[in-house]
């Protein structure tokens, strides 16, 4: 079971990003995939999250309608569109899912891929 995001990149203040997340060893479809992010001396922050269950969660305040998530089940990957970004969203973004296809985006996150920087500055 692996994650791997990519997509990141140094983009200028108002720029968009289409990050991706492919998983390889089991196949997404059924499954919560969670985007997070963690900037410099920071916590982890959820960013938003697709379920079955749960439909598309709310994302935080600093983010809010400027993030879409997105599934392509036929090339096993989930995809996160950010648009208007802003410096204060560099961060390394990672996608996570939970153990198995039958839990939710409240449950605990089980796999991680290894995230992508995300950089914004002009």
């Known amino acids: 079971v692996q994650l791997q995001a990519s997509g990141g990149g140094l983009v200028a203040p108002g720029g968009s990003l289409r990050l991706s997340c492919v998983a390889s060893g089991f196949s997404l479809d059924g499954y919560a995939v969670a985007w997070y992010r963690q900037a410099p001396g920071k916590e982890r922050e959820g960013v938003v999250c697709?379920?079955?269950?749960?439909?598309?969660?709310n994302s935080p305040d600093s983010v809010k309608g400027r993030v879409t998530i997105s599934r392509d089940n036929a090339k096993n990957t989930v995809y996160l569109q950010i648009n208007n970004l802003k410096p204060e969203d560099t961060a390394v973004y990672y996608c996570?899912?939970?153990?198995?296809?039958?839990?939710?985006?409240?449950?605990?996150?089980?796999?991680w891929g290894k995230g992508t920087q995300v950089t914004v500055s002009s």
């Open positions: 996570a899912t939970p153990p198995g296809p039958n839990y939710g985006c409240y449950d605990i996150m089980e796999y």
């Open positions: 697709m379920s079955n269950s749960d439909g598309i969660t």
